[in-house]
């Protein structure tokens, strides 16, 4: 690219201390105040914000902070803890500074990952700051709970010869040239930090069953295997005799019926839109799921494993913010949320001085029995289109103690995989062929980096206007 540059006449490109100090300080700066009027609506609806480990490229620990609302993240910053004793005390200091940064007062929820002094972190925030609530990661807690599904007699092992079968046939040519002929879909293989991933790849392999057994008859696979090592050869005999097991296609099948309910919800969380109002109901539905079963042929002692490992699991994720969400999302206007008015009470309380809170324990009267505005016909109709946040800001302006309470509430996510999205990200720009960058200039990068994408959205939504954008892509560096 510079090449490139250097040959159009009177240009002249910046140099590398340029680019990597004034021109990237600039940058930021550029960003930072188109997203201003972005960060004053963010504030107006409430922020939340999201917190998850991990360890980039470089082996750096790192936790990343993303402030989410509306269905929008933004970056905000990226903690190197190495040689920190990531104690309940150091994760509530972290927590406390980002708070701090944003302003208290619009911070509704923080959302960690679920290492296990992440509660007890999240339990002294909310002390502190009694009006914001703690949420474990549903995404996390959903993955291990599927972790715990793996454990049972009668699913032990069948991941791991999924994953042999698929290995064997995706490293292999000839046996993958012979599947492909026989099937238009390819083989998944299971990420390595997410256990829902086994589920999905159990459940490609259930919809190419035919294709996969086709395979190891064929008189091509069966060729090439008698060509190859001893060693080969076994794991070919082993994987064919798994593959062409029924007893292994029922335990597969069984386990991708037992877990689409966990996955329900870990899409759902997963999805980056504000869903803390769908939470109650739809984990709801899925625990009643697992109870008839979720259409699989186990016994009624092997469902009510499923049933207890899925209660104890979700009795981590209980939260009276998922239930506020639930008595105000219009979706559920005509559900008896009887159940869901102790949490609802609650945030309530938490949220507004007393007598705030009485106003809005009445206001909720005329929204739940669809009275004065919320009995329109058109609102009734918008109803159904809008987002919870949205239908909110919209029409409840007469019910203002509610509406804030609604619009805060409404506008938050249930997961913090918001931060995983910006994994990549840090460890392209922070890698081992970028070594040499300091913490605050790959944190600037990053910052710069993810933020464009938010930049261009709020931009296009008319902010601001008469401005255009580029964005490079993290495919355009070639794997490394």
Same mark, same amino acid.
């Given at each position: ?6 040959? #159009? ?14 021109? /990237? ?80 007062? %619009? =911070? ?31 995404? %996390? ?69 035919? &294709?996969?057994?086709?395979?190891? #008859? ?13 060693? *080969?050869?076994? *794991?070919?005999?082993? =994987?064919? @005799? ?15 019926? =037992? ?19 769908? +939470? ?27 049933? @207890?490992?899925?209660?104890?699991? !979700? ?6 913010? !998922? ?36 106003? &809005? ?15 329109? &016909? ?23 103690? /509610? ?8 506008? +938050? ?16 720009? %922070?890698?081992?062929? @970028? ?11 990053? !910052? ?14 008319? !902010? ?17």
């Amino acid at each position: 690219m510079f090449s490139a540059a250097s040959n #159009v006449p009177g240009f002249k490109p910046p140099d590398y201390d340029k680019l990597r100090g004034p021109l /990237l300080e600039e940058a930021k700066k550029e960003i930072q105040a188109d997203l201003v009027p972005f960060n004053a609506s963010m504030r107006k609806r409430g922020v939340g914000l999201c917190f998850d480990g991990w360890t980039d490229a470089s082996l750096h620990p790192l936790i990343n902070a993303m402030a989410v609302s509306g269905g929008e993240v933004q970056f905000l910053k990226a903690f190197n803890t190495e040689g920190a004793t990531k104690d309940a005390a150091f994760y509530y200091r972290i927590m406390c500074e980002m708070i701090e940064e944003v302003g208290p007062q %619009h =911070v509704v929820m923080v959302a960690t990952d679920n290492a296990p002094v992440c509660p007890a972190a999240g339990k002294m925030v909310e002390e502190k700051y009694p009006h914001i609530f703690w949420l474990p990661c549903t995404s %996390h807690v959903m993955d291990l709970a599927l972790e715990d599904l793996s454990k049972l007699d009668w699913v032990d092992g069948l991941t791991d010869s999924c994953n042999t079968a698929v290995k064997f046939i995706r490293n292999h040519q000839a046996p993958l040239s012979v599947f492909r002929s026989h099937s238009k879909l390819e083989l998944l293989k299971p990420g390595e930090t997410r256990f829902g991933t086994n589920v999905i790849m159990a459940s490609r392999l259930e919809a190419v069953k035919e &294709a996969l057994q086709s395979t190891v #008859v064929d008189a091509a696979f069966n060729s090439w295997r008698d060509r190859q090592s001893a060693a *080969t050869q076994a *794991t070919s005999n082993q =994987v064919r @005799r798994f593959l062409l097991n029924e007893q292994s296609w029922e335990r597969i099948g069984n386990l991708v019926l =037992v877990s689409d309910p966990f996955m329900e919800i870990i899409r759902l969380a997963d999805s980056q839109k504000p869903v803390a109002g769908k +939470m109650f109901w739809r984990c709801h539905q899925a625990g009643e799921k697992l109870k008839e079963g979720a259409g699989s042929s186990l016994s009624q002692a092997k469902i009510r494993e499923v049933v @207890r490992i899925w209660d104890t699991r !979700y009795a981590q994720l209980s939260s009276p913010l !998922y239930a506020a969400g639930y008595v105000l999302d219009p979706e559920f206007w005509d559900h008896n949320v009887s159940e869901a008015m102790e949490g609802f009470t609650t945030v309530v309380e938490r949220m507004l001085d007393p007598e705030a809170a009485a106003k &809005a324990m009445v206001q909720l009267s005329a929204f739940r029995n669809k009275q004065g505005i919320f009995g329109r &016909a058109s609102v009734l109709t918008s109803a159904k289109t809008l987002a919870g946040h949205e239908f909110w800001e919209q029409y409840g302006g007469g019910v203002s103690e /509610l509406q804030r309470v609604a619009v805060r509430v409404l506008s +938050m996510t249930a997961s913090a995989t918001s931060c995983e999205r910006n994994w990549s990200t840090y460890g392209f720009i %922070h890698n081992p062929r @970028r070594n040499k960058l300091t913490p605050k200039r790959a944190q600037d990068l990053v !910052y710069v980096f993810t933020n464009l994408r938010l930049r261009r959205r709020v931009l296009a939504r008319d !902010y601001q206007t008469n401005k255009l954008d580029w964005e490079a892509s993290e495919e355009s560096e070639a794997d490394e």
